[in-house]
T-cell receptor, first 111, second 113 residues
Framework: QKEVEQDPGPLSVPEGAIVSLNCTYS??????FMWYRQYSRKGPELLMY????GNKEDGRFTAQVDKSSKYISLFIRDSQPSDSATYLC???????????FGTGTRLTVIP | DTEVTQTPKHLVMGMTNKKSLKCEQH?????MYWYKQKAKKPPELMFV???????INESVPSRFSPECPNSSLLNLHLHALQPEDSALYLC????????????FGQGTRLTVV
């Protein structure tokens, strides 16, 4: 079993839709959670960084963490064609430097 | 400034060549990383430097040689690579003392011919 599982998609939605991206993990030592957006042939861009269980909102993006269920989500409201990219979840343990990535979900927003 | 700068953006090298990838950050981060990413796959950790010392080497072949000359710079020296080493090489940095997020550069797209 991989430590981080992410539905690889691909996911295709119409413009304006609400998108839900999800990851599950098995290691309860993971305490820090990140969502990255990666456009084709570019480096990952940090979108959200969370620590505690609950919701964190930034513009159209909301990150949700449920540590009891070992489940994290990223919601994108009013999705735009420019949101078309691969979304990677990542997480790490306290005091550790290395990140554990999900496999990434490829999202296409259709105008 | 949350920028991690990588040079070159693209590199084509023969299997007998020696080349270097460079990475620079000015965020005061004392942890720097090299990742390798193949198409449609997540980044795979190669090396981690913490306070300019190599702290993690994920069993990377010796044809990849990392170097951290100072707290802002990270190099990856390449020698005698194979075509299967063609990939996007990503540098990242973070503050190891604050458990903060990691920031990535735009990567160097390497092609080995």
């Amino acid at each position: 079993q991989k430590e981080v599982e992410q539905d690889p998609g691909p996911l295709s939605v119409p413009e304006g839709a609400i998108v839900s991206l999800n990851c599950t993990y098995s290691n309860s030592a993971f305490q820090y959670f990140m969502w990255y957006r990666q456009y084709s042939r570019k480096g990952p861009e940090l979108l959200m960084y969370t620590y505690s269980s609950g919701n964190k909102e930034d513009g159209r993006f909301t990150a949700q963490v449920d540590k009891s269920s070992k489940y994290i989500s990223l919601f994108i409201r009013d999705s735009q064609p420019s949101d078309s990219a691969t979304y990677l979840c990542a997480m790490k343990r306290t005091g550790a430097n290395n990140l554990f990535f999900g496999t990434g979900t490829r999202l296409t927003v259709i105008p | 400034d949350t920028e991690v700068t990588q040079t070159p953006k693209h590199l084509v090298m023969g299997m007998t060549n020696k080349k270097s990838l460079k990475c620079e950050q000015h965020m005061g981060h004392r942890a720097m990383y090299w990742y390798k990413q193949k198409a449609k796959k997540p980044p795979e950790l190669m090396f981690v430097y913490s306070y300019e010392k190599l702290s993690i080497n994920e069993s990377v072949p010796s044809r990849f040689s990392p170097e951290c000359p100072n707290s802002s710079l990270l190099n990856l020296h390449l020698h005698a690579l194979q075509p299967e080493d063609s990939a996007l090489y990503l540098c990242a940095s973070s503050d190891p003392s604050l458990n903060t997020e990691a920031f990535f550069g735009q990567g160097t797209r390497l092609t080995v011919v």
